[in-house]
């Protein structure tokens, strides 16, 4: 069964935006765009995880958080905040939030907060990811090819983190782009080729064999 996720968002195109990555990644998602309507589908459909904004209209961030858990909820909770309100993180984190993200952060680091507090709220392990030979460590972050340790930049690791855990799926230059670099990323899209040539470079190091395959014109793909 798969989790489900609230997200309490008033920027409704960040909200949009993150709903359908979530759901790409096959969570059950609702969305609430201000801070009454957001508390009340906290307690309506009990949700696995909340994605809560600090600055809401109605309710604050901090409030709902500090609401819920004021009525028993242990529901894991990742604030998102602007960059001005880091200073009130303490505050977020005092009201019982798990955890909190400065926006704009890229889409990859927010599901892999998601996954990790998943993980810690049903106790399973899902860190190692494996490709044929090659293994890759979400926890530890350490990426091997059969014994040979590879060692990778974070972005190296945050895009061959996002091609194993879609094995055999075409990823298009955009989703990979707005994935890895973050949903406002301006700078030059090239970037991918540069860093999957680097990616090649040291997973095949040895002469092994190719595991990210280019789909001209589209993408690429993790494929025997
Ligand atoms: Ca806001």
């Given at each position: 069964?798969?989790?489900?996720?609230?997200?309490?968002?008033?920027?409704?195109?960040?909200?949009?935006?993150?709903?359908?990555e979530?759901?790409?990644e096959g969570?059950?998602?609702?969305?609430a765009?201000?801070?009454?309507?957001?508390?009340?589908?906290?307690?309506?459909?009990?949700?696995?995880?909340?994605?809560?904004?600090?600055?809401?209209?109605?309710?604050?961030?901090?409030?709902?958080?500090r609401?819920?858990?004021?009525?028993?909820?242990?529901?894991?909770?990742?604030?998102?905040?602007a960059?001005?309100?880091?200073?009130?993180?303490v505050?977020g984190?005092?009201?019982?939030?798990?955890?909190?993200l400065?926006?704009?952060?890229?889409?990859?680091?927010?599901?892999?907060r998601?996954?990790?507090?998943?993980?810690?709220?049903?106790?399973?392990d899902?860190?190692?990811?494996?490709?044929?030979?090659?293994?890759?460590?979400?926890?530890?972050?350490?990426?091997y090819?059969?014994?040979?340790?590879?060692?990778?930049t974070?972005?190296?690791?945050?895009?061959?983190?996002?091609?194993?855990?879609?094995?055999?799926?075409v990823?298009?230059?955009?989703?990979?782009?707005?994935?890895?670099?973050?949903?406002?990323?301006?700078g030059?899209?090239?970037?991918?080729?540069?860093y999957?040539?680097?990616?090649?470079?040291?997973?095949?190091?040895?002469?092994?064999?190719r595991?990210?395959?280019?789909?001209?014109?589209?993408?690429?793909?993790?494929?025997?």
């Amino acid at each position: 069964m798969s989790s489900r996720i609230l997200i309490v968002e008033d920027e409704v195109k960040l909200a949009h935006f993150i709903e359908l990555e979530l759901k790409y990644e096959g969570y059950e998602v609702t969305v609430a765009n201000d801070g009454f309507s957001g508390i009340a589908s906290a307690r309506e459909s009990n949700p696995d995880l909340i994605i809560l904004d600090w600055m809401l209209p109605g309710i604050s961030g901090p409030e709902i958080c500090r609401r819920l858990r004021n009525t028993g909820s242990k529901v894991p909770i990742v604030m998102l905040t602007a960059k001005d309100e880091v200073s009130d993180r303490v505050t977020g984190l005092d009201a019982g939030a798990d955890d909190y993200l400065v926006k704009p952060f890229s889409i990859e680091e927010l599901l892999a907060r998601i996954r990790a507090h998943l993980r810690r709220s049903v106790g399973e392990d899902t860190d190692i990811l494996q490709f044929t030979d090659l293994r890759l460590n979400r926890s530890t972050r350490e990426v091997y090819r059969g014994d040979r340790f590879i060692e990778l930049t974070a972005k190296e690791f945050d895009l061959l983190e996002y091609l194993i855990s879609h094995p055999r799926q075409v990823l298009t230059r955009d989703r990979i782009l707005e994935t890895v670099w973050g949903y406002d990323f301006m700078g030059d899209s090239n970037i991918i080729e540069v860093y999957i040539r680097y990616l090649r470079l040291k997973l095949e190091a040895d002469g092994e064999k190719r595991l990210i395959q280019t789909v001209r014109g589209v993408g690429y793909v993790m494929r025997e």
